[in-house]
């Protein structure tokens, strides 16, 4: 029986390295992809496929496509499609580090890497700012629901949407604590969703149930540092891209013309689309793949 990647469903994750890869030898594909089955692990890995590189041959995903870059009211938000993306996690940096040495070693020179961001847990579970996340994210048997693409011949597997956002946090900081609380909609005290939050409130503007149809996603997100740069990897697993791509049009003003507090203080740098395979035992399983 196929089953969705397990860590998909595990909230905790108290250290993660994101990589996201483009192909660059394509002789070496196949041997590549029979090496990745075998160095794959479910305890402490996630991985996801890209459209491009399901292209290169007849594999068909079901809703499986590229990010597109989408148009908002005062900014555009950015695609960076590419072909690969992989998570590994755990408690210890130092040994997700060497899990990622191992991987490379694997998908490298038939991939490149584009990006490895460095993700933490900050104050058990929240972002930068200080504001939980993940509040409402589903729980127990509802996080399956969401994440599992009810699609007939690809069960098991789950839509990912990842979007690197950037925070100023010195501006953010400058703002008072009443500002701050209302471009997210919750007391940053207590986590409490207050009423009288403005409609650009964040958690007003990706209300999962106030979409039709509701918009339920599973949220994985993590802070990431480099230097001076900060700010959350938004990483969200979903039957469809539909829930990510109907939260975004209406953080971006495409429904009403208003923004979401967010961008107040923070942008994405780049957003890409994956389709996570399932697992057949504790084997992923590229069964639907035919390269
Ligand atoms: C800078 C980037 C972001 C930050 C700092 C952020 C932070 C937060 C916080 C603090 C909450 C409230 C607690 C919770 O329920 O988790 C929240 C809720 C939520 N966020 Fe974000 N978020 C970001 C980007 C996004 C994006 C890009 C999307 C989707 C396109 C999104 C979708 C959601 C959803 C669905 C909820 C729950 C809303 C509800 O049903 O109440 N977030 N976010």
Redesign the pocket.
């Given at each position: 029986m196929s089953l969705i990647q397990p860590l998909i469903l595990k909230a905790e994750q108290s250290h993660a390295s994101f990589l996201r890869f483009s192909l660059v030898e394509q002789q070496s594909l196949a041997a590549c992809l029979a090496s990745l089955v075998d160095t794959y692990n479910a305890d402490d890995s996630v991985i996801g496929f890209g459209a491009p590189l399901l292209a290169l041959n007849s594999s068909k995903i079901p809703g499986l496509k590229s990010a597109i870059s989408i148009e908002g009211v005062k900014r555009t938000s950015p695609a960076n499609q590419d072909d690969l993306w992989l998570r590994v996690s755990g408690s210890d940096p130092g040994e997700v580090m060497l899990r990622v040495q191992e991987w490379l070693a694997v998908l490298c020179p038939t991939f490149s890497v584009n990006e490895q961001v460095e993700g933490f847990c900050h104050r058990g579970g929240k972002?930068l700012?200080g504001?939980?996340?993940?509040?409402?994210?589903p729980e127990d048997n509802a996080a399956a629901v969401v994440a599992l693409t009810g699609e007939p011949g690809v069960e098991g597997s789950s839509m990912l949407a990842v979007?690197k956002?950037q925070?100023q946090m010195k501006h953010f900081n400058s703002l008072p604590s009443k500002q701050q609380d209302d471009l997210?909609g919750?007391r940053k005290s207590d986590n409490v969703?207050f009423a009288e939050s403005p409609p650009s409130a964040?958690?007003r503007r990706?209300?999962?149930?106030s979409f039709s149809p509701e918009a339920f996603?599973l949220?994985r997100s993590l802070p990431w540092v480099k230097q001076q740069d900060c700010?959350?990897n938004?990483v969200?697993f979903a039957n469809s891209f539909y829930p990510?791509e109907a939260?975004?049009k209406r953080?971006l003003g495409c429904e009403d013309g208003i923004e979401d507090g967010?961008f107040e203080f923070?942008r994405?740098l780049s957003t890409a689309y994956y389709w996570c395979p399932p697992v057949a035992g504790a084997k992923l399983d590229l069964s639907y793949l035919q390269f």
């Open positions: 972002d700012t504001y939980e996340d993940g509040t409402e994210n979007q956002w925070h997210i919750r969703e964040h958690t990706t209300a999962q149930e996603m949220r700010g959350l938004f969200c990510f939260q975004l953080m967010l923070s994405p």
